[in-house]
């Protein structure tokens, strides 16, 4: 089955660190980039960060820059994010998704995971 | 960095309802607008790419236009498994941006 499972959510405090996991099957992994979404509760959907195939090239929303950092082991099948000095308003469902070039030459995230809930509070 | 207006933020709809929800980028962004639906609880779905094609599997029930900065998501006909909250997307340039969501509740 063609899926992403995300894992490693959790309560953690201000300032605190987490790392978060999303593990692809049933498609060729090293293909395509893939990137991580957040929701905070009850809003919308915000682009977090992305990383290349090979895990060469990797860009961050200005908002996580410098705190966040994304890998990959494509031998393991597996994103990660690991989120340092984590905010109150960090406290979001994070999504992986898998990002796929179309014909028409737009990019589009039409793979993603259930999402992991992480929450920053004292 | 592109900001994705939606309108409305929300809307209330019956069932065989036609609906139409826009989405308007501060910046022109060519054809490079996608459209998701979201259910409660779940993880965005993807239904239009590059701001006409429907994504395989998706109904045709609904359809996508627009080009440059204006963009329209358009359901002929609700359905049940319609209600639910749409965003466009904008894949144009980093970062990506969503709209902020039109929620679409039954009457």
């Known amino acids: 089955e063609v899926q992403l499972v995300e894992s490693g959510g959790g309560l953690v405090q201000p300032g605190g660190s987490l790392r978060l996991s999303c593990a692809a099957s049933?498609?060729?992994?090293?293909?395509?980039?893939m990137h991580w979404v957040r929701q905070a509760p009850g809003r919308g959907l915000v682009w977090v960060s992305r990383?290349?195939?090979?895990?060469?090239?990797?860009t961050y929303a200005d908002s996580v820059k410098g705190r966040f950092t994304i890998s990959r082991d494509n031998a393991k099948n597996t994103v990660y994010l690991e989120m340092n000095n984590l905010r109150a308003d960090d406290t979001a469902v994070y999504f992986c998704?898998?990002?796929?070039?179309?014909?028409?030459?737009?990019?589009?995230?039409?793979?993603w995971g259930q999402g992991a809930l992480v929450t920053v509070s004292s | 960095d592109i900001q994705m207006t939606q309108s409305p933020s929300s809307l209330s709809a019956s069932l065989g309802d036609r609906v139409t929800i826009t989405c308007r980028a501060s910046?022109?962004?060519?054809?490079?607008l996608n459209w998701y639906q979201q259910r409660p609880g779940k993880a965005p779905h993807l239904l239009i790419l590059?701001?006409?094609t429907l994504q395989t599997g998706v109904p045709s029930r609904f359809s996508g236009s627009g080009s440059g900065t204006d963009f329209t998501l358009t359901i002929s006909s609700l359905q049940p498994e319609d209600f639910a909250t749409y965003y466009c997307?904008?894949?144009?340039?980093?970062?990506?941006?969503f709209g902020q969501g039109t929620k679409v509740e039954v009457k």
């Open positions: 998704a898998r990002a796929s070039l179309t014909v028409f030459g737009a990019i589009i995230f039409d793979l």
């Open positions: 049933g498609f060729t992994f090293s293909d395509n980039w």
């Open positions: 990383i290349s195939r090979d895990g060469r090239t990797i």
């Open positions: 910046d022109y962004i060519n054809d490079y």
């Open positions: 590059a701001a006409s």
């Open positions: 997307q904008q894949s144009y340039t980093i970062p990506w941006t």
